[in-house]
């Protein structure tokens, strides 16, 4: 079955940075958008960063523009979200999702189990 994997994330003071990284199995991965969304407590999940099956095209929201950076490498079938200059209010779970590159949570097939980002500030 697919399988998405998320790591990376933990306690880290404003201005500083994180590398999410999300692993995945059971589908093949060269062929599928990926994005990254976020829920913090209290509030929906939204969107923040994909990227194309090539690379080619990345997509952010404003929110995060500048400060993140969505990568992928198709032969280790990994995404990965560099965030730098984090704030307090990137304080979040951060979920890895396969099958779309659109900022919204209907247009993913498959999702992982998300990893907790805590900026202290």
């Known amino acids: 079955q697919v399988q998405l994997v998320e790591s990376g994330g933990g306690l880290v003071q404003a201005g500083g940075s994180l590398r999410l990284s999300c692993a995945a199995s059971?589908?093949?991965?060269?062929?599928?958008?990926m994005g990254w969304f976020r829920q913090a407590p209290g509030k929906e999940r939204e969107f923040v960063a994909a990227i194309s099956w090539s690379g080619g095209g990345t997509y952010y929201d404003d929110s995060v523009k500048g400060r993140f950076a969505i990568t992928r490498d198709n032969a280790r079938n990994t995404v990965y979200l560099q965030m730098n200059s984090l704030k307090p209010e990137d304080t979040a779970v951060y979920y890895c999702?396969?099958?779309?590159?659109?900022?919204?949570?209907?247009?993913?097939?498959?999702w992982g189990q998300g990893t907790q980002v805590t900026v202290s500030s």
């Open positions: 059971g589908l093949t991965f060269s062929m599928y958008g």
């Open positions: 999702a396969a099958g779309s590159t659109v900022a919204v949570v209907r247009g993913y097939k498959y």
